[in-house]
Structures are given as structure tokens and as C-alpha cells.
């Protein structure tokens, strides 16, 4: 029997943050089968908190989890078990060292939820480590199922669940975007309305030029959105605008910083008092760099800021709230018969929505690996979520058709490799598949050195990458995509079409798989593709941050105009 004065005293100690202490003291007691499922909870929590934490104190930690939720399967402490197993083990996915074991008790932990849902199928703690962990494992279907239980539960803050839940269905094709605009409508309920001050009473004309604020949680350095506000932020006329960032990242980004009148780091700032903020500094045009992207603050947009407010970049979709007034786009994204689909008026930029102010890396011409090689090697590094179903089944007929081949992925975020790998070994194509650690490319050159050793690149469906398609065409790679149904489906048709390489936009599944195919029918053609597009893409719509940013800003004064 445990003495009852040393448990007090360790509880004391973690509620103090003695961490290291808690290690010490509780040493002797934790190796006793019939140690209470909270104290092994509280170890384990002390192994990751504290100061000078080594990988077999993470290792323990998870252990000691395992224990806590085989303990006590059925109740809290069990479940406050399994919550910082799964948490752990999410954490160490990025961890080049425990990766491995991470991926091991990765399937470990839904083993584990997937059998404790008869006990606590609607806890909403249970819930929201199951949409997490969901995520990681690439069960959208799942997730989407924990997410709606969520929604209907009692939780007090739903706009973060809210969020994923719309962001989420644009990675499969069971919504309509119909289906899009009316959930995101419906759904707006969920963020909560702030105080603000009504625009009638600040004083507007005080202002010497028209401001803008852009708000963002994502303008850090190297962080891909940065290089597509580079050159909005660069080409203005400071005689006639003044730009504010409000920014939520953990860290700046100082060539943009140095462009800008004022740049707020507002991390740990609440909504409401960014909200003061943004009114005492009478921004006229408050633009939205976020929308239900993960972490975002989307929900100051929800209220009425400014005079204008506008959704771009970020989120390719619908944000379903009535004080956003207007989401830019292009003539290729958006149709004229699906405005009603999108709850803001579409602002159709000349030639492209966004732009790409390309790499400080010297550009040398690559001939495609296969000439060497002799056979073909596609890619994507997209991150995996986007890999639906259906993109696997027609990137598994190619390789099916295409013995003499390879596919190359490695993924943004962190999740599950083995779960993406079984998608393709129902295919019979696994031994094809080649996924690279995401930590090892890291540095942003070693990242495009990879597609020197691409021939093609698969774009997904019907989420389509955008950055990488910039990247790829950057460094001379054809990329293949498919044009979808919506924006956010479309965005791959855009920069192709600005790329005036229209011959690799597929119509439907087959001519996507036509469209690969005949590339490789003669490696000759296919390096001459490569040479012309390293040659001639910097000179195409994509890259043309000046033109872009007077098209942007045009646009930005005609709204301007139109209310005063």
C-alpha cells in the first residue's frame, strides 16, 4: 500500500511544476503493479515537461500512458491515459529519432480509442483526441464522424471544430459546392459575435491614405503563403495605400516586415482586443488570409471590422459569413453561374489569383531523370491529405500501365505513412511507392533539389496543390491535374492555363491517366516539354509579381470606390 502523504506530496509537487522532483520521489513507487492510473498519468506528464527531456524519457512517458488507460480502461483516469498516450505519440511523429515507435503506437492508440468508444463515445475530451488522431491516421470518414458529433454536443467553443469539420470536405467529393456554400452558412453560428464599434463612429477621413490590414496567421518565414503576399506587400503605391499585418504566427518574417506601415504580433492576443486594434487604427479593407485553415483566427471576420472585408489566398472556398464581402478569385475558378454558390461577391483578378515571387536558389536546367534512368518517376509533395481515394486509384492505374515506373511522395504534414502505403498495396502497386521522410528535406533548397529527380508531377483531386504545381513549373517539372467542380478543385486549371500549358488539365479520371501516359511515351518529347517550360515559365502570369500586384490593387480601389 502506497503511503497517502507521498501521493500528496507528489500531487503537490506537479501542481508546483517540479517536474524533476515528481520523477524522483515517485521513482520507487511507479513500478508497482497496483499504482493508481493518476500518479503514472502525472509521471508520464513530468517526463515531457520537464526542462532536459531525452527520447527514453518520452519513451517512458509513453509507457507509463499505456498503463494509466490499461489501468483504468473504463473510467477518467483511464481515459486521461489514453489522452496523452495519443497526444504523445502525434507529438513524436515529427521526432526523426522515435518516429518509429511512434508509428507503432500510432496503431496502437486506435486500436485502444476504436475499443473505448462503448465507454466514452460522447465525451467531448474523447472526441477531440479522436478527430486528432483520425487526422493522423488519414481516416477523413472518421474524422468527419467525430467531428459531427462534436458539433452536436455541448461543447462551449465550436469555432475551431467548426472549421475543420468545412475544411475537411474539401479534401473528398461528397459535397456539392452548393452543399459547401449551405453548411458554411448554416454553420456560421458557431463563431461567436464580438464587440465592436459601430463604423459610423470612427472617423475614416482622418485617415491620409486607405488603409489595409491583412490578418494571418502564417507570415513567418518560408512558410509558402509568405512567398505569395511577397508581392503585394512589395509593388503598392505608398502614396495611395498604407498596409498593416496583424499577425498571429510564433515568429516574424522580416522581408515582409520591412515593406509594411505596421506589423503586429499578436499571438497571444484574444480576438476581442485585436478587434480594438484593428478599429483604433481605421482600416478601411481588412483582408483574410486564414479562412478555416487549422489554427486560424477566422472568426474576427464573423464580425463587422471594417468597412470592407475580403477573403483571399488560404482558403479556396466559401467562408459562409454575411461580413465578408467579397473573396478573390479568377475567371477560371469561379463561373458566373455558380456565384450563388459562394456567400461573397467573386472579385475575378485579370489572369490569376495569386502569384509566386519565386526562390532565392540559382535556377540550372535538369534533363528529365528518366533519359538517364530509363524509366519514369512521378511525384507529388502534396501534403497526404489531399491523396483522396480516387487520386490513389488513378495514380495506381498509371503505375499499374506503366511498369517501368516509380512514385515519389512525401508529405507536408506529419501522419501516417503505412496507412497511405496500404491504400496502394490494394492496388498491387506498394512496391512502386517510394515515401520520403518529410525531416530530412526540411531546408527549402533540399526540398527543390527533389524534383530534380521528378519526371512528372501528379497534382491531387479534387484538392489540388498549389504551391507545389508553383514549385514544380519553377523548376521546369510538367505537372498533370485534373479540373474540378469549385475553386478549390480548380486552383491547378488556373495556374496551368496561366502556364499556357492547357494539354496537361484532364476533363475525368481517364484522360488524366491518357494524359500520363502519352508524356511518357517518348522520354525525347518529354525532356524537350521540361527545357521549354524552365525556359518560358518565369515569364508567364505566374511570376509576374508587378503586373499581379497592380491587377490586385486596381481591384482593391474599384471596391473602395464603390462604397465611398
Same mark, same amino acid.
Not at 237 to 253: G, I, Q
Not at 389 to 404: A, G, H, P, R
Given at each position: 500500500m502506497i503511503d497517502s502523504s507521498a501521493?500528496?506530496?507528489?500531487?503537490?509537487l506537479f501542481l508546483n511544476k517540479n517536474y524533476e522532483k515528481v520523477i524522483t520521489t515517485s521513482k520507487p513507487l511507479i513500478n508497482d503493479e497496483n499504482t493508481d492510473s493518476w500518479l503514472l498519468n502525472i509521471v508520464g506528464l513530468s517526463k515531457n515537461f520537464q526542462k532536459k527531456k531525452e527520447d527514453k524519457d518520452i519513451l517512458s512517458s509513453l509507457n507509463l500512458f499505456e498503463r494509466a488507460f490499461l489501468k483504468e480502461k473504463e473510467t477518467l483516469n483511464g481515459l486521461e491515459g489514453l489522452s496523452n498516450l495519443i497526444a504523445t505519440t502525434l507529438i513524436q511523429l515529427n521526432n526523426e529519432n522515435l518516429r518509429e515507435e511512434a /508509428? =507503432? @503506437? $500510432?496503431? %496502437?492508440?486506435?486500436?485502444?480509442?476504436?475499443? #473505448?468508444?462503448?465507454?466514452?463515445?460522447? +465525451?467531448? !475530451?474523447?472526441?477531440?483526441?479522436?478527430?486528432?488522431?483520425?487526422?493522423?491516421?488519414?481516416?477523413?470518414?472518421?474524422?468527419?464522424?467525430?467531428?459531427?458529433?462534436?458539433?452536436?454536443?455541448?461543447?462551449?467553443?465550436?469555432?475551431?471544430?467548426? /472549421? =475543420? @469539420? $468545412?475544411? %475537411?470536405?474539401?479534401?473528398?467529393?461528397?459535397? #456539392?459546392?452548393?452543399?459547401?456554400?449551405? +453548411?458554411? !452558412?448554416?454553420?456560421?453560428?458557431?463563431f461567436s459575435k464580438l464587440e465592436v464599434s459601430n463604423l459610423n463612429e470612427i472617423n475614416f477621413d482622418q485617415n491620409k491614405k486607405i488603409k489595409i490590414g491583412f490578418v494571418s496567421k502564417d507570415l513567418y518565414e518560408n512558410h509558402p503563403l509568405s512567398y505569395f503576399v511577397s508581392n503585394i506587400f512589395k509593388y503598392f503605391d505608398k502614396n495611395l495605400f498604407e498596409l498593416n499585418v496583424y499577425s498571429f504566427a510564433s515568429k516574424n518574417n522580416l522581408d515582409l516586415k520591412k515593406n509594411v506601415s505596421k506589423w503586429y504580433d499578436l499571438i497571444n492576443t484574444n480576438n476581442q482586443e485585436v478587434v480594438k486594434i484593428i478599429q483604433s487604427d481605421k482600416i478601411q479593407i481588412l483582408i483574410d488570409l486564414m479562412g478555416h485553415t487549422a489554427g486560424n483566427r477566422i472568426g474576427l471576420f464573423n464580425s463587422r471590422i471594417s468597412p470592407i472585408q475580403i477573403s483571399w489566398l488560404a482558403y479556396c472556398n466559401t467562408l459562409g459569413f454575411k461580413n465578408v464581402d467579397y473573396l478573390i478569385a479568377d475567371k477560371n475558378l469561379i463561373f458566373k453561374n455558380e456565384e450563388k454558390h459562394y456567400s461573397e461577391k467573386i472579385l475575378r483578378l485579370k489572369n490569376i489569383w495569386n502569384v509566386h515571387s519565386g526562390f532565392n536558389y540559382k535556377r540550372n536546367f535538369k534533363i528529365s531523370p528518366c533519359i538517364n534512368n530509363k524509366i519514369v518517376c512521378f511525384g507529388s509533395f502534396n501534403n497526404f491529405k489531399k491523396i483522396s481515394d480516387e487520386t490513389v486509384e488513378v495514380w495506381s492505374k498509371i503505375l499499374k500501365l506503366k511498369k517501368n515506373s516509380k512514385l515519389i511522395l512525401k508529405s507536408t504534414l506529419e501522419v501516417s505513412n503505412h496507412k497511405l502505403l496500404n491504400k496502394f498495396k490494394d492496388y498491387g502497386v506498394d512496391g512502386q511507392i517510394e515515401i520520403l521522410n518529410r525531416s530530412k528535406y526540411k531546408d527549402l533548397n533540399h526540398h527543390l533539389d527533389l524534383y530534380e529527380k521528378i519526371d512528372i508531377a501528379l497534382d491531387t483531386f479534387p484538392y489540388n496543390g498549389v504551391t507545389t504545381t508553383f514549385e514544380a513549373l519553377w523548376k521546369g517539372v510538367p505537372v498533370v491535374t485534373m479540373s474540378g467542380y469549385n475553386f478549390n478543385s480548380r486552383c491547378g486549371s488556373s495556374i496551368l492555363k496561366n502556364s499556357n500549358l492547357d494539354n496537361l488539365i484532364a476533363?475525368?479520371?481517364?484522360?488524366?491517366?491518357?494524359?500520363?501516359?502519352?508524356?511518357?511515351?517518348?522520354?525525347?518529347?518529354?525532356?524537350?516539354?521540361?527545357?521549354?517550360?524552365?525556359?518560358?515559365?518565369?515569364?508567364k502570369p505566374l511570376f509576374d509579381g508587378y503586373s499581379f500586384a497592380e491587377d490586385f490593387y486596381d481591384h482593391i480601389l474599384k471596391v473602395y470606390k464603390n462604397l465611398y
Amino acid at each position: 500500500m502506497i503511503d497517502s502523504s507521498a501521493l500528496d506530496n507528489i500531487r503537490t509537487l506537479f501542481l508546483n511544476k517540479n517536474y524533476e522532483k515528481v520523477i524522483t520521489t515517485s521513482k520507487p513507487l511507479i513500478n508497482d503493479e497496483n499504482t493508481d492510473s493518476w500518479l503514472l498519468n502525472i509521471v508520464g506528464l513530468s517526463k515531457n515537461f520537464q526542462k532536459k527531456k531525452e527520447d527514453k524519457d518520452i519513451l517512458s512517458s509513453l509507457n507509463l500512458f499505456e498503463r494509466a488507460f490499461l489501468k483504468e480502461k473504463e473510467t477518467l483516469n483511464g481515459l486521461e491515459g489514453l489522452s496523452n498516450l495519443i497526444a504523445t505519440t502525434l507529438i513524436q511523429l515529427n521526432n526523426e529519432n522515435l518516429r518509429e515507435e511512434a /508509428s =507503432r @503506437y $500510432l496503431k %496502437i492508440c486506435e486500436k485502444y480509442y476504436l475499443s #473505448s468508444e462503448k465507454h466514452f463515445g460522447n +465525451n467531448e !475530451k474523447f472526441l477531440i483526441i479522436g478527430s486528432n488522431l483520425f487526422f493522423s491516421l488519414l481516416d477523413m470518414d472518421k474524422e468527419i464522424k467525430i467531428l459531427k458529433k462534436l458539433l452536436r454536443s455541448k461543447l462551449k467553443n465550436k469555432d475551431l471544430v467548426t /472549421s =475543420r @469539420y $468545412l475544411f %475537411i470536405q474539401n479534401y473528398i467529393n461528397s459535397w #456539392s459546392q452548393e452543399d459547401h456554400y449551405i +453548411n458554411a !452558412k448554416k454553420l456560421s453560428i458557431f463563431f461567436s459575435k464580438l464587440e465592436v464599434s459601430n463604423l459610423n463612429e470612427i472617423n475614416f477621413d482622418q485617415n491620409k491614405k486607405i488603409k489595409i490590414g491583412f490578418v494571418s496567421k502564417d507570415l513567418y518565414e518560408n512558410h509558402p503563403l509568405s512567398y505569395f503576399v511577397s508581392n503585394i506587400f512589395k509593388y503598392f503605391d505608398k502614396n495611395l495605400f498604407e498596409l498593416n499585418v496583424y499577425s498571429f504566427a510564433s515568429k516574424n518574417n522580416l522581408d515582409l516586415k520591412k515593406n509594411v506601415s505596421k506589423w503586429y504580433d499578436l499571438i497571444n492576443t484574444n480576438n476581442q482586443e485585436v478587434v480594438k486594434i484593428i478599429q483604433s487604427d481605421k482600416i478601411q479593407i481588412l483582408i483574410d488570409l486564414m479562412g478555416h485553415t487549422a489554427g486560424n483566427r477566422i472568426g474576427l471576420f464573423n464580425s463587422r471590422i471594417s468597412p470592407i472585408q475580403i477573403s483571399w489566398l488560404a482558403y479556396c472556398n466559401t467562408l459562409g459569413f454575411k461580413n465578408v464581402d467579397y473573396l478573390i478569385a479568377d475567371k477560371n475558378l469561379i463561373f458566373k453561374n455558380e456565384e450563388k454558390h459562394y456567400s461573397e461577391k467573386i472579385l475575378r483578378l485579370k489572369n490569376i489569383w495569386n502569384v509566386h515571387s519565386g526562390f532565392n536558389y540559382k535556377r540550372n536546367f535538369k534533363i528529365s531523370p528518366c533519359i538517364n534512368n530509363k524509366i519514369v518517376c512521378f511525384g507529388s509533395f502534396n501534403n497526404f491529405k489531399k491523396i483522396s481515394d480516387e487520386t490513389v486509384e488513378v495514380w495506381s492505374k498509371i503505375l499499374k500501365l506503366k511498369k517501368n515506373s516509380k512514385l515519389i511522395l512525401k508529405s507536408t504534414l506529419e501522419v501516417s505513412n503505412h496507412k497511405l502505403l496500404n491504400k496502394f498495396k490494394d492496388y498491387g502497386v506498394d512496391g512502386q511507392i517510394e515515401i520520403l521522410n518529410r525531416s530530412k528535406y526540411k531546408d527549402l533548397n533540399h526540398h527543390l533539389d527533389l524534383y530534380e529527380k521528378i519526371d512528372i508531377a501528379l497534382d491531387t483531386f479534387p484538392y489540388n496543390g498549389v504551391t507545389t504545381t508553383f514549385e514544380a513549373l519553377w523548376k521546369g517539372v510538367p505537372v498533370v491535374t485534373m479540373s474540378g467542380y469549385n475553386f478549390n478543385s480548380r486552383c491547378g486549371s488556373s495556374i496551368l492555363k496561366n502556364s499556357n500549358l492547357d494539354n496537361l488539365i484532364a476533363l475525368d479520371k481517364k484522360d488524366y491517366i491518357n494524359k500520363v501516359l502519352i508524356l511518357t511515351d517518348n522520354f525525347d518529347n518529354l525532356n524537350k516539354l521540361r527545357r521549354k517550360i524552365f525556359d518560358e515559365i518565369l515569364t508567364k502570369p505566374l511570376f509576374d509579381g508587378y503586373s499581379f500586384a497592380e491587377d490586385f490593387y486596381d481591384h482593391i480601389l474599384k471596391v473602395y470606390k464603390n462604397l465611398y
